[in-house]
């Protein structure tokens, strides 16, 4: 089964043809990284411009690459949300429109199950498991009993771990995207400044940034008045410590509540070493911990071609014409 995959929910647009749900034919993405680094972060009018300004080429590059035919496709999967209302409408009405041309089956996919089914490229997903979803807009931890059946049992009160990152590469003067200049500086620095780790008092699986992000602004403003330097890889190793350990042993106290044998990271968060590290130190020998390469850990069309055919092998539902894209999706279950 050949399917046609398209993202296009924030800066990166992507279409990817891929078989069976593992084997990735084309993967083709273009970043818009470059484009809103002198912002410091997205525009969202600019990205939708520039989703409308390549997204035939995208298409064009990846049937190139896959070496198959438009009649070839079996289904087109598109991410429906959640994201940016504009360059999600670029992807859907695309998609939308390859699907009326060549007479294919439509499905709309949530963007955050792609980032989960990214593992499935190569992995096999054991059921039951739980997942981690860390990016730049959502933290959340989730139990799934079988496939395409997503529990929330924690998420973020407030910032999300991806936006806490970009907000501390801010205040320590690091370009955007953020996330991956920490990560970096904190493998040259040790935990010097003891940021607190912030485990809520009512015990859940919620967590909370906002409190850590706020002290690292305050380390740096009180430092500033009292003209003294931050030493920026000890900073950034102190607020890496303090991420990874409360994600990390959140997640693994759930795996052990629901007895599961396999934890899944998924979002572009799964692309920090830090984290890869402490979840290899720490995590019992009887628990498989996956994650993705780092190719499919961040947006691209592999993880919704995927998504849409193992939500398709469940539910054997499609969308109609009136597929519409969606802001705020949540994560349901099929």
């Known amino acids: 089964m050949l399917v046609l995959g398209v993202e296009s929910s924030c800066d990166e647009t992507s279409v990817a043809i891929v078989r069976d749900g593992k084997e990735v034919l084309a993967n083709v993405i273009n970043s818009q990284i470059d484009i809103h680094e002198k912002f410091g972060g997205v525009v969202p009018e600019v990205a939708s411009r520039q989703h409308v300004y390549v997204i035939s080429m995208v298409f064009k590059e990846a049937f190139e690459k896959a070496n198959v035919k438009p009649e070839e496709i079996d289904l087109v999967a598109v991410t429906e949300g959640p994201g940016l209302i504009g360059s999600l409408l670029v992807g859907v009405n695309a998609a939308k429109a390859f699907a009326l041309m060549y007479k294919k089956p439509l499905i709309g996919v949530n963007h955050l199950a792609g980032h989960i089914y990214a593992n499935a490229i190569e992995h096999d997903m054991k059921f039951p498991l739980v997942a981690l979803l860390v990016s730049g807009g959502n933290t959340e931890l989730i139990y799934m009993k079988e496939s395409f059946d997503f529990e929330i049992i924690g998420e973020t009160l407030d910032d999300a771990v991806g936006e806490a990152y970009d907000k501390v590469a801010r205040v320590v003067g690091l370009p955007y995207p953020g996330g991956p200049h920490v990560d970096r500086l904190a493998h040259e620095g040790v935990d010097t400044y003891h940021l607190p780790r912030v485990y809520l008092e009512d015990g859940s699986y919620n967590f909370s940034f906002s409190g850590l992000k706020s002290a690292v602004i305050n380390l740096a403003h009180n430092a500033s008045q009292r003209n003294e330097e931050i030493n920026k890889e000890n900073l950034c190793a102190s607020f890496q410590a303090s991420v990874t350990e409360v994600l990390v042993n959140k997640t693994l106290r759930l795996a052990k509540e629901k007895d599961v044998k396999q934890i899944i ?27 993705p390469s780092i190719k499919y850990c961040t947006d691209n069309a592999a993880m919704i071609a995927v998504a849409g055919y193992y939500q398709y092998i469940k539910t054997k539902e499609t969308a109609d014409l009136s597929l519409n894209a969606s802001a705020s999706l949540e994560l349901e279950t099929k």
């Open 265 to 291: 990271v998924a979002g572009g968060v799964s692309a920090n070493k830090g984290l890869k590290e402490r979840f290899a130190k720490e995590t019992p020998a009887n628990i498989e911990v996956c994650i």
